[in-house]
């Protein structure tokens, strides 16, 4: 059995609880108000920048030159490509790139990039895979599952969800889970393990993010 089906048994519960999130379902109404996702463009944008940082990482730490020219392409696209349609898409929410780069991370956005980033920089390329592909696979499966149930009034919302239950994004996530299948082949059963928690805590993160930007979440103190 491949690997990615085992991780599924972790998954599946998460993604559910994202699609019940009130912000995720009011996002496939076409019913969310605008403030709430404000936050979130604002801090996807930040968060794009630190997952970049993870590209770069796992470019380095690739085990062959064909995984280092995808890591490469994908870096390239993230910052020379995904940040402009990013900046493209923040305007129609009244977002100026002013106001994307002024963002101030909040704690779980700090959180789940620090995260993603220590795991990159400091972990092996089989832990990196584990951490980045709970991002790829939970928004494939939120936009699709969303798809499902027909696309909201709101262009807007309609676009995210094109986005990432679009042929691109899927193709996308598809390539990281059968990376993931490849590297947990020659992969011990310890480090097994050590990537499926990986997976928990980047997944949790993804439903964290949502409810976030729900909540608005700020600093305390």
């Avoid at 994908?74 to 910052?79: S, V």
């Avoid at 499926?196 to 305390?220: C, G, H, I, P, V």
Wanted: proline residues 4%; glycine residues 4%.
């Amino acid at each position: 059995m491949a690997f990615t089906n085992d991780l599924e048994a972790i998954a599946d519960p998460i993604w559910d609880a994202i699609l019940d999130h009130p912000m995720v379902e009011a996002l496939g109404a076409g019913t969310l108000e605008e403030e709430p996702f404000r936050y979130w463009v604002r801090q996807d944008y930040y968060y794009l920048i630190e997952y970049a940082r993870v590209f770069a990482h796992g470019a380095t730490k690739a085990p062959d030159l064909d995984r280092m020219g995808t890591f490469s392409e994908l870096l390239d696209a993230t910052i020379n490509t995904e940040m402009d349609l990013h900046r493209a898409y923040a305007a129609e929410f009244d977002l100026s790139p002013a106001d994307l780069e002024a963002t101030d991370p909040s704690p779980t956005t700090r959180g789940y990039t620090d995260f993603l980033v220590r795991v990159a920089a400091t972990d092996t390329f089989g832990d990196l895979v584990a951490a980045l592909l709970p991002c790829m696979w939970g928004f494939n499966e939120t936009g699709t599952r969303l798809a499902e149930g027909g696309f909201p009034e709101d262009d807007r919302y309609a676009e995210w969800i094109q986005t990432y239950a679009g042929e691109e994004f899927t193709e996308l996530t598809e390539w990281c889970l059968d990376l993931m299948d490849e590297v947990a082949a020659d992969a011990s059963e310890a480090e097994r393990d050590r990537y499926r928690e990986l997976f928990r805590t980047s997944a949790r993160y993804e439903y964290r993010f949502w409810d976030a930007a729900w909540r608005r979440e700020e600093w305390s103190v």
